[in-house]
């Protein structure tokens, strides 16, 4: 198992590894070690989130981020379709969520705040958005590159709804049950 150093390391310098499909899409003959090498810099110069990156204190939340990478845009589905559970059931829209998804939106951690669900959007982008914008709420516990990256794994479209909300307050709780359940139940995609 690589360190939390080690995998921060990884975050910042390849994401060509986590980058979600709808932003980048790789030339057939670009998968050598040398052109990802290539393609991972001129991805950091284009976005201007280039290194050196000075050390930084690790929270909790962030050591947590560091390990949850990959899983990230899973864990914000969960915690999106918690937050959104009132008014995905009230549409009927919640049957057309993966049952993980389902379950977890059910489960009672605390008190919800009320996010609209806009009519025109698909179910999972609402709920991929909101849970990205739960996501963001974490952004002053987290060295900022780690948190630059974080919307690299979202699509522009679910970025474009985020901005629908104002940022929520973080919620440590629901995203370690988010964590949680994303281990007993990985994603099913």
Same mark, same amino acid.
């Given at each position: 198992m690589?360190?939390?150093?080690?995998?921060?390391?990884?975050?910042?310098?390849?994401p060509?590894?986590?980058?979600?499909?709808q932003?980048l899409?790789?030339?057939?003959?670009?998968?050598?070690?040398? /052109?990802? &090498?290539?393609?991972? @810099?001129?991805?950091?110069? $284009?976005?201007?989130? *280039?290194? +050196?990156? %000075?050390?930084?204190?690790?929270?909790?939340?962030?050591?947590?981020?560091?390990?949850?990478?990959?899983?990230?845009p899973?864990?914000?589905?969960?915690?999106? /379709?918690? &937050?959104?559970?009132? @008014?995905?059931a009230?549409? $009927?829209?919640?049957? *057309?969520? +993966?049952? %993980?998804?389902?379950?977890?939106?059910?489960?009672?951690?605390?008190?919800?705040?009320?996010?609209?669900?806009?009519?025109?959007?698909?179910?999972?982008?609402?709920?991929?958005?909101?849970?990205?914008?739960?996501?963001?709420?974490?952004?002053?516990?987290?060295?900022?590159?780690?948190?630059?990256?974080?919307?690299?794994?979202?699509?522009?479209?679910?970025?474009?709804?985020?901005?629908?909300?104002?940022v929520?307050?973080?919620?440590?709780?629901?995203?370690?049950?988010?964590?949680?359940?994303?281990?007993?139940?990985?994603?099913?995609?």
């Open positions: 690589t360190s939390c150093a080690e995998r921060l390391r990884w975050i910042l310098a390849e060509l590894d986590y980058v979600h499909p932003r899409s790789i030339p057939t003959g670009f998968d050598s070690p040398d /052109a990802r &090498r290539v393609l991972n @810099q001129m991805l950091l110069e $284009g976005l201007d989130q *280039q290194g +050196p990156w %000075p050390p930084t204190a690790m929270t909790a939340v962030a050591q947590q981020w560091i390990r949850q990478w990959q899983q990230l899973y864990i914000a589905s969960l915690m999106g /379709a918690w &937050r959104l559970f009132p @008014q995905l009230r549409g $009927g829209a919640l049957l *057309q969520l +993966p049952m %993980p998804l389902r379950q977890f939106a059910s489960c009672r951690p605390g008190p919800r705040t009320s996010m609209p669900l806009g009519p025109s959007s698909v179910p999972l982008q609402q709920v991929e958005a909101a849970g990205f914008n739960l996501l963001s709420s974490f952004s002053g516990r987290l060295p900022l590159p780690l948190f630059e990256r974080l919307s690299l794994q979202f699509s522009p479209h679910v970025i474009g709804l985020h901005a629908q909300w104002p929520a307050e973080p919620d440590t709780a629901l995203f370690i049950l988010a964590v949680q359940h994303a281990r007993l139940h990985p994603n099913p995609d």
